[in-house]
């Protein structure tokens, strides 16, 4: 058994591996320049951090100097310790004061990370929100929940301790530099030429973190993914006996991670024995040579005068503490790596312009353009024509999924879009909608339409799918879940009747305050795409794009769901004015589409007739 998982496993790494490609240089700096973009409204605090840190070095040389004074106090010059009480006292004082410091630093350090966190998840929200549906054609919903926790947790080090830490390891050091060559500049030189040996070495170590980071993240998302998706199958898997190789396949996978991780954590250890050699070799070579000064076999470094105890203890205990924020640097850079191999895949989610052309501010119809200089206030509420030229529907991968197509809407039409599954319909209405990229134009009432209008557009359309998506509230407040006013009982109930779902909400316990639970559990296939009917009924919107409406439905009822359709939508009277709604729909019912006032088809991405 265990052999087999281990084939199995190699299989897994090799298919997984093979789609790996490792972070060349070029790619390393786009992903670096977008980290420190994704820091510049924190940038205050990761200075303050880092003043705080020399703050508190500069408190460890001054620690140093009292406990070295009071040790040569005592044991050479023979004083009293009541003598000494003042400088105790201020021992301590510092002691507390280094406490403190470090509260503050790590209170900062925790704020900038959550900011950050904060922003990056807010930021693939609003992606998600962008790209609608297709998203998820891309990604799993069990990779997407790995990428917005895990990935976007494993920021945090970087920007709370990396960042700030990089302007320390340059500061601090310094400062306990000049404390030391300023009694003895032999035991200085030793500091000032060991020094650049430590991030030499980690650097030397680390230099395949970012891509090991990467393989973990990878592997983490396909069993995040892979195991969500069984959970959801969970009853489909016993129906059809697969229970067992299903277990043996989300062992196989769990292995391949469990491989990936010690990777990493191979390069964390090797990465800490680097820097404690090359650090104990240090203070070592330096407390050699302040033995044989005592013993007078070595007499240089100390400017002249006679070495005293107090300068060795100094500048012995300022020598772990020199090196400490080098360690603590070489120990956060697997901070960087792993933030590294998260912008990867971040940036791939947030679709971020990579080419240093998105500094000269050039726009696309793409998801790449400037969200700042769009038109955020344009109404489509009264549109009347919608038209397309050369339009190209893309994917997020770049790849073309219909044909140039031209053509023209108007307001009111009823659309009959028909076509074999796979031609292209439903990435037109998904174009269409503003879930999916494009080349060509898209022109409303003579306006050329950005990609980032799409939030504006929305406004303006009710869309339902095959199988919709319920959230677990009640049916009432599903119903309403795109109004901005307040439930309408009495406009909720024609909306139910319309869609032939007043009949079973009326005899449930609760009626309309019924919970339906996550993805309508407590409800039917069949019910669950009444109430998401319903919900276009009781909303006004101008445009309907309906995927297959009624493919859950036994023909009687999607006949009469389909007649309220087309009542519903021939003129929409609400409080103002009487509108046509345009209908867009997708369907394989010859019946339905002979209903519609105009029949496009569809094949292999191309618009073949229009009647």
Known sequence: MQNMTTKNTKKIQQSHSSKMVPL???????????????????????????????????????????????LHEIIIQKTHPNQLLTTIGMLFGVFLLRAILLIVKEKIGQKIGQQIRQRVRQTLFEEL????????????????????????????????????????AVSAPLSILVAVFWFNWAAGLILLLTAPLIPIF?????????????????????????????LKGLDTLRIFHRKEPELKKIAETSHYFRIRTMEVLRLAFLSSGVLEFF?????????????????????FG?????????????????????????REL?????AKAQAIAAADTLITCLSVDES??????????????????????????????????SLRVKSFDGVYLTEALNFQINRGDKIALMGESGSGKSSLMQCLLGFLPYEGEIIIDGISIQYEHAVQWRKQIHWLGQNPILPGETIAENIALTSEQPLDEKNMWDALAKAKADEFVSILPEQHNTLIGDNAVRLSVGQAQR???????????????????TASLDKENAEAIMTSVHNHTALNTNEKAALDVTLFLITHDAEDAKKMDIIWTMHEGKLLSYS
Request: charged residues 15%.
């Open 330 to 334: 070489g120990t956060y850079y697997h």
């Open 356 to 389: 240093e052309n998105n500094k000269a501010g050039k726009n696309t119809n793409s998801i790449k353009g400037n969200f700042d200089a769009i038109m955020h206030e344009v109404d489509f509420t009264n549109w009347q024509s919608l038209s397309a030229k």
């Open 24 to 70: 060349d240089k070029a790619r390393q700096k786009v992903l670096q320049r977008w980290l420190k973009q994704t820091a510049l409204f924190a940038k205050p605090l990761i200075r303050l951090n880092a003043l705080i840190g020399w703050l508190m070095s500069l408190a460890i040389i001054a620690q140093a100097g009292l406990l070295a004074w009071l």
């Open 279 to 299: 650090t104990s070799v240090s203070i070592a070579l330096m407390a050699v040579y302040f033995g044989f000064s005592f013993l007078g076999d070595l007499n």
């Open 202 to 230: 980690m650097a030397l170590v680390g230099l395949g973190a970012a891509d090991a980071n990467r393989r973990n993240f990878r592997a983490l998302a396909l069993l995040s993914g892979y195991f969500l998706d069984r």
């Open 302 to 326: 100390h400017y002249g005068m006679s070495i005293t105890l107090f300068i060795g203890f100094f500048c012995l205990m300022l020598a772990p503490e020199f090196y400490q924020p080098l």
């Open 129 to 168: 929100s962008q790209k609608g549906p297709s998203a998820f054609q891309v990604r799993s919903a069990g990779a997407w929940s790995s990428i917005i926790i895990e990935q976007v947790d494993n920021l945090n080090d970087y920007y709370a301790k990396y960042l700030p830490q990089m302007q320390l």
């Open 531 to 549: 109430i998401a009917l319903a919900k276009l009924f009781y909303t006004y919107r101008t445009v309907w794009f309906l995927d297959e409406p």
